[in-house]
C-alpha cells in the first residue's frame, strides 16, 4: 500500500502566524483528502484535493501528484485551528490509507 | 441518514469478553472503512468494503477480530475474547468512490471502547 509521511510531526503557533504542513506520498494517487481532527475528537475533511490547489477561508492545499505530495497552508492561525491534521491518499480502488498526522497548537 | 452513525458512542467490557461496533453509512455510499485510533496516536486501518467486492481484511489486528457488510447498508464490527489493548476508538466512514465528484470520505463520531 502507499506510504505517507507527514511534517512536522508537531506544531506550534502563535495566533495570527501563518504555516504549511507537508505530506509526502509513495506512490501515484488518484484521491487525497485532508481531515482536521478537533479536540473532542470529530475528524472534519478539509479538502478532496488530487491535484491542484483549492482555497476555503484561511486553508488552503496544493497537491502535486506528480511529485507526490501535498502542502497545506493555514493562514492567519486561530486558536480553534488546534488539533490534528491529516493528510489521506488513495490510488485506484484502494483502501485510504492516514498519515501519522501533524498535531497543532495554537497560542494565544 | 444525515451522515455516518455508529452504536454505541461509548462501551465498557470485560477483558474476555465479546463486544459488537455498529456502523450505518450514509444511504447510497458503495465504500465502507473501520479505522481504530488509539489514544494520542493516528488512524489504523482495519477493513475495507467495496459494494460486491471481496472486503480488504489486510488490517486486521488478529483472528479475533472480524467485520460483517449487509450489501451496501449497515456494518458490524465483531472482537472476540476482547484484551486491554483493544482499547481505543473505533471509527467507522463511508464515501462513493464511483463518483469522481463525491469521493470525500465522512466519519461518524466513533465508539469509544474500554476493556477491563
Known amino acids: 500500500g502507499i506510504q505517507v509521511e507527514q511534517s512536522p510531526p508537531d506544531l506550534i503557533l502563535q495566533e495570527g502566524a501563518n504555516s504549511t504542513l507537508r505530506c509526502n506520498f509513495s506512490d501515484s494517487v488518484n484521491n487525497l483528502q485532508w481531515f482536521h481532527q478537533n479536540p473532542w475528537g470529530q475528524l472534519i475533511n478539509l479538502f478532496y484535493i488530487p491535484s491542484g490547489t483549492k482555497q476555503n477561508g484561511r486553508l488552503s492545499a496544493t497537491t502535486v501528484a506528480t511529485e507526490r505530495y501535498s502542502l497545506l497552508y493555514i493562514s492567519s492561525s486561530q486558536t480553534t485551528d488546534s488539533g490534528v491534521y491529516f493528510c489521506?491518499?488513495?490510488?485506484?480502488?484502494?483502501?485510504?490509507?492516514f498519515g501519522t498526522g501533524t498535531k497543532l497548537q495554537v497560542i494565544p | 441518514g444525515a451522515g455516518v452513525s455508529q452504536s454505541p458512542s461509548n462501551k465498557v467490557t470485560e477483558k474476555g469478553k465479546d463486544v459488537e461496533l455498529r456502523c450505518d453509512p450514509i444511504s447510497g455510499h458503495t465504500a465502507l472503512y473501520w479505522y481504530r485510533q488509539r489514544l494520542g496516536q493516528g488512524l489504523e486501518f482495519l477493513i475495507y468494503?467495496?459494494?460486491?467486492?471481496?472486503?480488504?481484511k489486510s488490517g486486521l489486528p488478529s483472528d479475533r477480530f472480524s467485520a460483517e457488510r449487509t450489501g451496501e447498508s449497515v456494518s458490524t464490527l465483531t472482537i472476540q475474547r476482547t484484551q486491554q489493548e483493544d482499547s481505543a476508538v473505533y471509527l467507522c466512514?463511508?464515501?462513493?468512490?464511483?463518483?469522481?465528484?463525491?469521493?470525500?470520505?465522512?466519519f461518524g463520531s466513533g465508539t469509544q471502547l474500554s476493556v477491563l
Open positions: 468494503f467495496q459494494g460486491n467486492s471481496a472486503p480488504d
Open positions: 489521506a491518499p488513495r490510488g485506484g480502488y484502494q483502501k485510504v490509507t
Open positions: 466512514a463511508s464515501s462513493s468512490p464511483q463518483e469522481p465528484t463525491n469521493e470525500k470520505l465522512f
